[in-house]
């Protein structure tokens, strides 16, 4: 079963910031925040992950709670082509299996 | 750099008939994952390869469902005989290694059981 817990969906307006919200409270210390994301027919996407700190990429932010029991991914100004659902897994860093557990995930609706 | 390739991208079949989806990886990728997806889920890891070794494939229906991936390189999953439940979209990704590595999806197969 899947560890995280995310709204089932969003809207969000063109050029807007989205902000996507994900509870991971059993998390331990040696599992990452992934987040990927799905376009309506294709395959998932990665697009960034993280442990502890806040992570930047070309695509997105990680923001990670203190704790680490929550976190939010942040596309700064989305566009309609972000219009797709987003999947935060919790992964183990160690071990021989990396195996992703999806969840339902978020739909976001970007808005024109 | 050429992405996860698989086909056929559709597939209809009549239930108890058998069906075969083939992946080829990115070139180099150690790992490889068949994924299945039913309408409405997130994907379900079917099995995981590392060169031509199973790691996982605690979640494959055994009776129903088999893979192999022959030198390493292309899989092929196999389901026969199918079954209506069996709906959904099979997804293969690979990863260059299996340490955390990030995975790479391919455009998936469709497949309905009629």
Redesign the interface.
Known sequence: D?KTTQPPSMDCAEGRAANLPCNHSTISGNE?VYWYRQIH??????IIHGLKNNETNEMASLIITEDRKSSTLILPHATLRDTAVY?CIV???GG??????????TLLTVNP | EAGVAQSPRYKIIEKRQSVAFWCNPISGHATLYWYQQILGQGPKLLIQFQNNGVVDDSQLPKDRFSAERLKGVDSTLKIQPAKLEDSAVYLCASSLMASGDTQYFGPGTRLTVL
């Open positions: 899947a990452y027919s294709q395959g998932p996407q990665y999947y992964r183990l860093s021989s299996n990396y195996k992703l557990t999806f969840g339902k995930g």
